[in-house]
């Protein structure tokens, strides 16, 4: 959760809206915007690399699981003795016969369809799962990115704040020097820095661990060094955020809704290959024999193995049929959580647009009126420090929660497009 600066008092001049000097230009690290560390994760994050390199395991092995067996040669000597007439041998054409048996073994009528639908699903399968995890990395570094900016940015906020604290300290002790100020009011604005600078080394601390966290989802060296965030990724309007469209969107491309239909199809093809185990499987062979130095005869041969084992058999079929009911349970539970989550992150989004823009709208030119009262009045002697202070934290206090309703909107955007598994 990100820690937003709070600031017990600073100036009007800390709120302007400007932020600072910019650090130098750093086009050659990532971290300006979330496309350029988008790209850098597709590229170098291994576990992402992992799943598709075993989608590609898994697409290569449709071929292999639907051809047929490899054949078999045997090669049998017949009578090496010639009846005792001669010592053993093992040339061909010297012994009393020799029996060559080429055989092939074929399954039952439909049995490699089967297969290579079951194969082809589970790649599927696999690529969906690829998916899943590139659009749940997506979705961590958005949220990362938008964290940084905002701790950023409240850095920047507090440096300014501390710089006109100072001045504000100078201004007191003129004051105070003229008999127009207690002496409290220095010492308060003392106050005030001393806690400003505890809240940056804390906001420092935690830029540190966001990078360092960033830095593990790119695959870089925690220490690596990232540019500053330069901007949010702009907020698609309430027309674009509608329940109904992106209900239909998630169900057809959701990647793990679209693993489990790969499921649920890969268990109806291996229920379908379950029961044609009831039929048997051939073994096909042709067979010349030679005599001396030629062939003088030729044998066919069929074998197919007996499907006597009903027990077995059935207790196969069962297990498919439990296996298709446990996939389609399994993504109907799916279903549902996703759908669910869909509706929490989308009111969650609106919730912090209205906040955003009741802050911007109303609350913060409010609190700039009132800073603007308490400041002429603390220069003409008609109210104490203290209550400039508490003016001017009320401005701050609503730029910061501006700046965390526009986080809130960041971090759900990135989970709603982990579940459309795309991009608005």
Same mark, same amino acid.
């Given at each position: 959760?990100?820690?937003?600066?709070? @600031?017990?008092?600073? @100036?009007?001049?800390?709120?302007?809206?400007?932020?600072? &000097?910019?650090?130098?230009?750093?086009?050659?690290?990532?971290?300006?915007?979330?496309?350029?560390?988008?790209?850098?994760?597709?590229?170098?994050?291994?576990?992402?690399?992992?799943?598709?390199?075993?989608?590609?395991?898994?697409?290569?092995?449709?071929?292999?699981?639907?051809?047929?067996?490899?054949?078999?040669?045997?090669?049998? /000597?017949?009578?090496?003795?010639?009846?005792?007439?001669?010592?053993?041998?093992?040339?061909?054409?010297?012994?009393?016969?020799?029996?060559? /048996?080429?055989?092939?073994?074929?399954?039952?009528?439909?049995?490699?369809?089967?297969?290579?639908?079951?194969?082809?699903?589970?790649?599927?399968?696999?690529?969906?799962?690829?998916?899943?995890?590139?659009?749940?990395?997506?979705?961590?570094?958005?949220?990362?990115?938008?964290?940084?900016?905002?701790?950023?940015?409240?850095?920047?906020?507090?440096?300014?704040?501390?710089?006109?604290?100072?001045?504000?300290?100078?201004?007191?002790?003129?004051?105070?020097?003229?008999?127009?100020?207690?002496?409290?009011?220095?010492?308060?604005?003392?106050?005030?820095?001393?806690?400003?600078?505890?809240?940056?080394? %804390?906001?420092?601390?935690?830029?540190?661990?966001?990078?360092?966290?960033?830095?593990?989802?790119?695959?870089?060296?925690?220490?690596?060094?990232?540019?500053?965030?330069?901007?949010?990724?702009?907020?698609?309007?309430?027309?674009?955020?509608?329940?109904?469209?992106?209900?239909?969107?998630?169900?057809?491309?959701?990647?793990?809704?679209?693993?489990?239909?790969?499921?649920?199809?890969?268990?109806?093809?291996?229920?379908?290959?379950?029961?044609?185990?009831?039929?048997?499987?051939?073994?096909?062979?042709?067979?010349?024999?030679?005599?001396?130095? &030629?062939?003088?005869?030729?044998?066919?041969?069929?074998?197919?193995?007996?499907?006597?084992?009903?027990?077995?058999?059935?207790?196969?079929?069962?297990?498919?049929?439990?296996?298709?009911?446990?996939?389609?349970?399994? &993504?109907?539970?799916?279903?549902?959580?996703?759908?669910?989550?869909?509706?929490?992150?989308?009111?969650?989004?609106?919730?912090?647009?209205?906040?955003?823009? /009741?802050?911007?709208?109303?609350?913060?030119?409010?609190?700039?009126?009132?800073?603007?009262? &308490?400041?002429?009045?603390?220069?003409?002697?008609?109210?104490?420090?203290?209550?400039?202070?508490?003016?001017?934290?009320?401005?701050?206090?609503?730029? @910061?929660?501006? /700046?965390? %309703?526009?986080?809130?909107?960041?971090?759900? @955007?990135?989970?709603?497009?982990?579940?459309?598994?795309?991009?608005?």
């Amino acid at each position: 959760m990100i820690r937003i600066l709070r @600031l017990p008092g600073c @100036l009007l001049v800390a709120l302007t809206g400007l932020w600072g &000097a910019a650090a130098p230009a750093q086009d050659k690290l990532p971290g300006a915007g979330v496309e350029s560390l988008l790209e850098y994760a597709r590229a170098h994050n291994p576990e992402y690399s992992a799943l598709r390199l075993e989608a590609d395991a898994a697409a290569e092995r449709v071929t292999p699981v639907a051809a047929l067996a490899d054949p078999r040669l045997r090669v049998e /000597l017949r009578d090496i003795t010639r009846f005792g007439e001669q010592s053993p041998t093992l040339a061909p054409s010297r012994v009393g016969s020799t029996r060559y /048996l080429l055989m092939q073994d074929v399954p039952w009528f439909g049995k490699r369809g089967l297969k290579r639908q079951a194969a082809e699903l589970d790649a599927e399968g696999a690529r969906g799962q690829a998916m899943g995890s590139w659009a749940e990395l997506a979705a961590r570094i958005k949220s990362a990115y938008a964290q940084l900016y905002s701790v950023y940015r409240s850095e920047q906020y507090g440096r300014e704040v501390l710089d006109l604290m100072e001045r504000l300290e100078r201004v007191a002790r003129v004051r105070y020097a003229g008999g127009l100020a207690v002496q409290q009011d220095v010492v308060r604005a003392q106050v005030e820095q001393t806690g400003m600078r505890a809240e940056l080394i %804390a906001l420092e601390n935690e830029r540190l661990q966001l990078q360092a966290r960033m830095n593990a989802l790119l695959a870089r060296p925690a220490d690596a060094q990232l540019a500053e965030p330069d901007q949010l990724r702009p907020v698609p309007p309430p027309a674009q955020l509608e329940y109904a469209t992106l209900e239909a969107r998630v169900r057809a491309r959701n990647p793990r809704l679209f693993t489990e239909r790969a499921r649920i199809g890969s268990a109806k093809k291996n229920r379908e290959l379950a029961y044609r185990n009831r039929y048997p499987d051939f073994t096909l062979g042709v067979s010349p024999i030679q005599y001396g130095n &030629a062939i003088e005869e030729w044998e066919l041969m069929v074998e197919l193995n007996l499907p006597f084992q009903q027990a077995s058999r059935r207790a196969q079929e069962r297990e498919s049929e439990a296996t298709l009911s446990a996939a389609r349970a399994r &993504a109907e539970a799916l279903s549902n959580q996703v759908l669910g989550e869909l509706a929490e992150h989308l009111a969650g989004i609106e919730a912090a647009r209205r906040t955003e823009s /009741l802050i911007a709208g109303s609350l913060l030119p409010q609190a700039e009126l009132s800073f603007r009262a &308490a400041l002429a009045g603390y220069e003409t002697g008609k109210i104490d420090f203290a209550t400039l202070l508490d003016a001017q934290r009320q401005i701050l206090q609503a730029r @910061l929660g501006r /700046l965390k %309703a526009e986080l809130e909107m960041q971090v759900r @955007l990135a989970e709603i497009e982990r579940l459309l598994g795309d991009d608005l």
